[in-house]
């Protein structure tokens, strides 16, 4: 089952792919006559529109938040990595200030 945040969001997607297929139906509706396409115009912003649809909702909700867990993953590893780089200069100068205070 989907989560409230990842069902928003389909959601939300599917208002703007029908909103923007219903401007433009808007829009060809009235060139049909004008072009003399017939209905070609219209079914394929409806077709387009649908099989639009069908992606957003068929859309695994487990290789997103799979995908955001690798990511978390990969991130913390990088950061993990960059303490480990941080520290071991914050060593290394350390022993080279010591060094010249010895050697004054």
Same mark, same amino acid.
């Given at each position: 089952?989907?989560?409230?945040?990842?069902?928003?969001?389909?959601?939300?997607?599917?208002?703007?792919?029908?909103?923007?297929?219903?401007?433009?139906?808007?829009?060809?509706?009235?060139?049909?006559?004008?072009?003399?396409?017939?209905?070609?115009?219209?079914?394929?912003?409806?077709?387009?529109?649908?099989?639009?649809? @069908? !992606?957003?909702?068929?859309?695994?909700?487990?290789?997103?938040?799979?995908? $955001?867990?690798? =990511? /978390?993953?990969? #991130?913390?590893?990088? @950061? !993990?990595?960059?303490?480990?780089?941080?520290?071991?200069?914050?060593?290394? $100068?350390?022993? =080279? /200030?010591?060094? #010249?205070?010895?050697?004054?």
């Amino acid at each position: 089952m989907a989560s409230n945040s990842e069902t928003d969001i389909r959601v939300s997607a599917t208002g703007k792919i029908w909103g923007f297929a219903t401007g433009m139906l808007a829009i060809c509706i009235p060139l049909v006559p004008v072009t003399r396409s017939g209905p070609i115009l219209p079914l394929a912003v409806v077709t387009g529109a649908a099989i639009s649809t @069908v !992606a957003v909702w068929r859309s695994s909700d487990n290789d997103a938040s799979h995908n $955001l867990a690798n =990511r /978390i993953k990969n #991130l913390e590893q990088r @950061v !993990a990595d960059l303490e480990t780089i941080c520290s071991s200069q914050e060593i290394e $100068l350390q022993r =080279r /200030i010591r060094r #010249l205070d010895t050697e004054d």
